[in-house]
């Protein structure tokens, strides 16, 4: 596989099942991601990328299957033991409280340090937004979707988690938005933060990715590099194209 | 000049107490979202322990407030309890349930208090140091009120501090907007929930230890209470506590004048203000909108299938029995069932709205009541016969729901479940203070059925046929086109107005509906009694048709027959005990644990889980 070294991943999931009511919306997701990549789930809307990610952080309870993350297996845990084994989420519609302020959004984030992972102040996340800076006082509600999608990742990272779970980053944002958005994942990697992200956006994906997994009706179907995946015109037509 | 600025000045004293329970009630909803009922339990509780302690500790003028503040803390801690043994497991349930469990802990409570404290009023004394009255403007102003007015302001800003300059309060905040999202930023939502009971508990037990020396404390608090705080914090805003705060003066400044003027009818005049504001800004003074709060996600309802051939065995044979109930002879056997027959039907008429409409109402009771008193007051004042009565008693109930009903469907969710619980209120206020016509408290008495109904078997007999036609024509609409709206409506109001149906329109036909259901009820339970009081449209008697539905489980047809049977018959049981609230209440609890989704609903489940499901 495409892990290098010998090192065990970071996170690995193995044969995960859920359903929503009698629907089966995974059957049987397995990944694994190593220390310091950058992952992307590619698939279409209704493959199971969302339920996937969030089968991981324990928003939903997976019916079967197995998750450990830095030795600890979270399979089941609540979200909040999980985001402090050091996962951190992101969801893809945001969810910034609208009553805070931006300063009050990252203080709902914050936790202890965490050792082997980077640690965040305020401080640095604005030095990492410049945009965020100038509206310290500014409510939740009263910014921009490009805004609130910055703030949604640097409020995650208040919890200096090793890892990131990024739901779609680039839906919905404007094409300059989508390029800082690349550009953020990129300075991520190079914290040294290992970044899952969810895409349909091959074109973002590419940009940013070290190794992509393809997600299809709950099963993935194809697991490579983004080079080999660049280069395999058949699976992106059966998977990808709409 | 003087005197009108000394009721001023009471209705300021009075308004604090109210705040605080209403601030905590508001806060505990916020995070939790659950609408404690027990909350004037907790009001009460503080009152009688800061009342024991007072009373038998001689406390100086620092000691009164050290007392003051030990049974807010006492209250909390009781909370705490309520919380962690009983809450914590049924924060996944559906909402109503939650509410159900808070209303056996008021149940329990009640008894528990009546145990210690004994039925008498108990009033404090005067707080030392604070015994003497000021002149102002040439009246007297006991210096209490004066403190009072004080602590009111004072806990308001305590309580801003306290959720803009902590994390606690951060956290508390974001938890009321989305506390999954907290969740997954590493909140630990137990510690949270758990410190947010304590916080709003020790506010209502302060609010209530604070009002010892001003009022006497009796076994009728939490009730009261309770609906004056669901007023207020509706008049101010789900989750603003400077609403809170605004709306409780407002209210007991409306009190405190409208007693000069209409002393009758103050209780009407407060839930009248409540409807105008909620009808100008549904959200209260200075609420939001109604955001969703997010939970653990909710699975859409299965939709109901007509029922196979067991289940309509099933309900054959049940009829049967019906039917032969009074071949037993048995006199006491045909009055309990005509009550559960009643009850039967008006559990189902509430269960049309609350099921497939999603309207859950905590005033059903108004209609079987308005059913009960326009049946009664045709009889005795115009000596109406019992036919035509009966007809006038369901026209009465359909009246009021048509006038209540326009109002409430303009509101969902909790808004409505409250609305019509300060609608229901109304209508007994009006029952209980206008005496000359409907008796007030000592009711109405002699209103007998006809001769021809007037023996037992054929009176019986009326109601099974009434009751059973009843309840099939209500089941027969929700598989009628009808039905399919209300229930499109539930599910999805934005889609239903999309396929051409008028959302608030049908939910409001379904309320009238539901309401001349109950009032049939109540007209055949006046003349099943002989008579009727106030008690039978009161919040308990709301309360107890709710019980019925949940009891038999509020995603099933036929849950509410089975409820009402097993409420009915439970209750008959335990009613003769000493202690039957709280053994009621245990009952509630242990119902609501084990059986979180309603008696047929787990019936149901344990069937098609023995059968391979189809």
């Known amino acids: 596989m495409a892990e290098t070294g010998t090192d065990p991943p970071l996170l690995s999931v193995e044969g995960l099942h859920s359903y929503y009511g009698r629907a089966h919306i995974l059957s049987g997701v397995s990944l694994s991601v190593a220390r310091g990549e950058v992952v992307v789930l590619l698939g279409r809307n209704g493959a199971g990328k969302t339920t996937t990610l969030k089968c991981i952080m324990g928003l939903v309870r997976p019916a079967e299957g197995r998750i450990r993350f830095q030795d600890e297996d979270i399979a089941g845990a609540a979200p909040y033991a999980v985001c402090r084994a050091g996962l951190a989420y992101v969801p893809e519609d945001r969810r910034i409280f609208t009553e805070l302020t931006v300063m009050e959004n990252l203080e709902v984030g914050r936790q202890k340090p965490r050792a082997g992972a980077p640690e965040w102040t305020p401080d640095r996340l604005f030095a990492l937004f410049p945009n965020l800076a100038e509206m310290r006082n500014r409510l939740g509600g009263r910014m921009s979707g490009g805004e609130q999608q910055m703030l949604t990742i640097a409020r995650s990272l208040m919890g200096n988690p090793s890892a990131i779970l990024l739901d779609e980053p680039s839906e919905g944002l404007a094409p300059v938005i989508v390029e800082q958005m690349a550009q953020t994942v990129r300075e991520l990697k190079a914290e040294g933060l290992t970044v899952i992200l969810s895409e349909q956006n091959l074109h973002f994906a590419n940009h940013v990715s070290d190794r992509a997994y393809i997600i299809e009706k709950g099963q993935i179907r194809y697991e490579g590099t983004m080079a080999a995946l660049a280069a395999d015109e058949d699976v992106r037509a059966a998977y990808l194209t709409v | 000049m003087g005197f009108y ?79 962690m043994l009983l809450l914590r497991r049924i924060y996944h349930a559906p909402e109503m349930f939650q509410l159900l469990a808070t209303f056996g802990v008021v149940l329990v409570v009640q008894d528990a208090a009546l145990a210690i404290w004994g039925p008498a009023d108990k009033l404090g004394p005067r707080a030392p140091g604070l015994d003497g009255a000021v002149r102002i403007f040439g009246e007297l102003v006991p210096q209490y009120d004066l403190a009072m007015i004080v602590l009111g302001p004072l806990v308001l800003g305590a309580i801003w501090l306290l959720f803009h300059k902590t994390r606690w309060g951060t956290l508390v905040r974001a938890a009321t907007q989305d506390r999954q999202m907290l969740g997954a930023l590493g909140a630990n939502q137990k510690v949270l929930f758990t410190s947010v009971f304590f916080a709003g508990a020790a506010l209502a037990g302060l609010g209530g230890a604070a009002q010892v020396p001003r009022e006497a404390v009796s076994l009728f608090t939490d009730l009261n209470i309770i609906a004056e705080a669901f007023v207020i914090v509706v008049v101010g805003g789900m989750g603003s506590i400077l609403g809170a705060f605004l709306a409780a003066v407002l209210i007991s400044e409306l009190n405190a004048f409208g007693i000069l003027i209409f002393p009758q009818i103050t209780l009407v005049l407060m839930f009248l203000v409540m409807a105008v504001i909620l009808v100008v800004r549904p959200w209260g003074l200075l609420g939001r ?33 019906l039917v032969a109930v009074p071949l037993a002879g048995d006199d006491f056997l045909m009055v309990l069932m005509v009550d559960v027959l009643l009850l039967a039907l008006f559990a189902t008429s509430l269960h049309f709205i609350m099921g497939p409409g999603g309207m859950v109402s905590f005033g059903h009771a108004a209609y079987f009541g308005l059913g009960a008193y326009g049946a009664a007051m045709l009889t005795k004042l115009l000596d109406t016969p019992m036919e035509l009565a009966v007809a006038g008693g369901i026209a009465a109930a359909a009246a009021g729901a048509v006038v209540f009903g326009w109002f409430c469907v303009r509101l969902s969710g909790v808004y409505f479940a409250m609305l019509t619980l300060a609608f229901a209120q109304i209508g007994w206020s009006v029952v209980f203070q206008w005496g000359d016509v409907t008796g007030g408290d000592d009711g109405i008495l002699n209103v007998w059925p006809a001769a021809w109904a007037s023996s037992r078997i054929v009176f019986y007999y009326l109601t099974l046929a009434l009751c059973t036609g009843a309840i099939l024509f209500m089941r027969h609409l929700l598989y009628a086109p009808f039905g399919y709206g209300l229930r499109a409506g539930r599910d999805s109001p934005l889609r239903a107005e999309a396929i051409g149906i008028d959302v608030r329109m049908r939910q409001w036909h379904g309320f009238i509906l539901a309401g001349a259901m109950s009032g049939l009820a109540g007209s055949l339970y006046a003349f099943s009694k002989g008579s009727v009081f106030p008690d039978i449209m009161a919040i308990p008697q709301s309360i107890d048709g709710l019980m019925m539905v949940l009891l038999g489980g509020v995603k099933t047809l036929s849950g509410p027959y089975v409820g009402a049977a097993a409420f009915h018959l439970l209750e008959d049981q335990i009613s003769r005990l000493e202690f039957w609230r709280a053994i009621l209440g245990v009952t509630i609890l242990f119902l609501v644990i084990v059986f979180p989704q309603g008696l047929v609903g787990f019936l149901r489940q344990r069937l098609s889980r023995d059968e391979a499901a189809p």
Do not use: C
């Open chain 2, 5 to 83: 600025f000394t009721q001023f000045l009471t209705g300021l004293a009075s308004a604090s107490s109210l705040f605080l329970v209403a601030a905590g009630l508001s806060i505990i909803f916020g995070v939790t979202r659950i609408v404690n009922l027990a909350h004037g339990s907790f009001y009460m509780l503080g009152a009688y322990i800061a009342y024991s302690i007072v009373t038998s500790i001689d406390v100086g003028p620092v000691g009164f407030w050290l007392a003051v503040l030990a049974a807010a803390v006492a209250v909390g801690l009781i909370g705490v309890a309520v919380e």
């Open chain 2, 289 to 321: 909108p109604e955001f969703i709060a997010r939970g653990p996600g909710e699975m859409p309802e299965a939709p109901y299938r007509p029922a196979d051939g067991r289940l309509k065995l099933l309900g054959l044979a049940a009829l049967l029995l």
